[in-house]
């Protein structure tokens, strides 16, 4: 199979993982001008692509770039790669990655993200997952998020997104090459707040879908947005994102778009539990990859432990579980206190003003120590 061509004048580039974003992924950065190859788990998958320019499970009626090619040899996606993007489902990607890991550990390319999940052993972000093993610079690492339905985005219609690394300089590269006339890319250097920011839309947007499967209206649907919009905030800002990244497209963006469509697959898996299916029958309805489904637990535990409420994301656990009518579903949680609160949007702070007391605590405690960091800090 070959892997060049000459109509591309751009970085070469892998994109591992050929399901509808991956593959669509290969699509934004071919029609961008960047030589494509595909890894493909299945032979028979990649011979379609580099062929046919086709992806029929994934991507119906999307003509593919002619310029973009496809191998199921892992080996021979990254050989002369300038640059790697990572699409497996997020349970899968540390099997995936040592896999990887002898082809790339003599090689400085940036490593990108293009998942929206967190492992559900250890509620590691993908960016950690592939620093921990690949044991590589973080600076190397970028994440790209934003309001990216795939399938809107393969028959070019425009949209934006954000790539996020530690270094500036990685993630402008990476922007330089992920984008062209239908996709806009923008950069900064908050990875935490940009890879929370679409794990935790997908939370919302099963919520949104039992809504949906339910039966209930807009007003529903509008204060369960707003109200996880202040969650998602909360939770990322705890675990030390910047509170603007979560109102930028990778956090309010794509909230909208994964709510409103019923393209969203986690959209469609909240739906079907509304509808009165049970977790194990979503599952096996699914056959495409819905992050928020294994993201839910995890995320539950870390919040328990960074002193976050999420009565939305909660709820949408206990539908899982079976332990709550999907009728029941609303922006609180019935064992709230109902006494009257303020409505505050000053996010970061609806846990009482507990991201910032934390941080002043934090800073307490390095101003007794001499300006060392508190230990846990
Ligand atoms: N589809 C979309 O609109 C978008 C998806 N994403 C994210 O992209 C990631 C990938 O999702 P999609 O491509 O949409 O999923 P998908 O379900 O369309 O495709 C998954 C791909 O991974 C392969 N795969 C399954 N198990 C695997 C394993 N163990 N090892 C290697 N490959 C395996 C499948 O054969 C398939 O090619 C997810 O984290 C998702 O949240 C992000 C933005 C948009
Ligand atoms: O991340 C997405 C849109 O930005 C895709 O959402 P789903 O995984 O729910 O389809």
Redesign the pocket.
């Known amino acids: 199979m070959t892997r060049k061509n000459a109509d591309a004048r751009g970085p070469r580039v892998a994109v591992i993982g050929a399901g509808?974003?991956g593959t669509t992924f290969g699509k934004i950065l071919a029609d961008g001008g960047a030589q494509v190859t595909m890894w493909a788990r299945r032979p028979e998958q990649a011979l379609e692509i580099a062929e046919g320019k086709r992806n029929t499970k994934y991507l119906p009626g999307i003509n593919l770039p002619r310029t973009m090619t496809a191998t199921h040899e892992l080996s021979t996606a990254i050989d002369g790669a300038d640059q790697v993007y990572l699409s497996v489902p997020s349970q899968s990607l540390r099997e995936n990655l040592k896999g990887l890991r002898p082809l790339l550990e003599n090689t400085s390319m940036p490593i990108v993200s293009l998942m929206?999940g967190v492992e559900r052993a250890s509620g590691l972000r993908m960016s950690q997952v592939i620093e921990q093993e690949l044991a590589c610079d973080p600076e190397r690492i970028a994440v790209a998020?934003?309001?990216?339905?795939?399938l809107e985005i393969a028959r070019e219609q425009p949209t934006a997104a954000v790539i996020a690394s530690l270094s500036q300089e990685t993630a402008e590269t990476v922007a330089r090459a992920a984008r062209n006339s239908y996709f806009r890319t923008f950069v900064n250097t908050d990875v935490i707040g940009t890879e929370f920011g679409?794990v935790l839309?997908?939370l919302i947007?099963v919520a949104i879908g039992i809504v949906d499967g339910v039966g209930y209206g807009e007003n529903t649907k509008a204060s369960i947005i707003t109200r996880g919009l202040v969650e998602m905030t909360d939770f990322a800002v705890a675990n030390g994102a910047q509170p603007e990244t979560l109102q930028g497209l990778a956090g309010l963006g794509?909230l909208i778009?994964?709510c409103q469509?019923p393209?969203?697959?986690?959209?469609?898996a909240g739906r079907l539990l509304g509808q009165g299916y049970s977790y194990q029958d979503v599952v096996k309805q699914m056959n495409?990859?819905?992050?928020?489904l294994a993201s839910v637990a995890p995320i539950l535990q870390l919040a328990r432990e960074s002193d976050v409420h999420m009565p939305i994301v909660e709820q949408v656990k206990m539908v899982l579980d079976g332990k709550m009518n999907p009728r029941d579903i609303a922006p609180h949680l019935t064992t709230d206190d109902d006494t009257p609160q303020e409505e505050r949007t000053n996010h970061g702070q609806a846990d009482g003003g507990g991201a910032l007391r934390r941080a002043f605590q934090r800073a307490f405690h390095q101003f007794r120590n001499g300006g060392r960091s508190a230990a846990g800090d």
């Not at 998020?145 to 795939?150: E, F, K």
């Not at 393209?263 to 469609?268: E, K, M």
């Open positions: 509808s974003w929206k998020s934003g309001p990216n339905l795939a679409g839309k997908n947007a794509d778009a994964t469509s393209l969203s697959r986690n959209n469609t495409q990859t819905a992050e928020g």
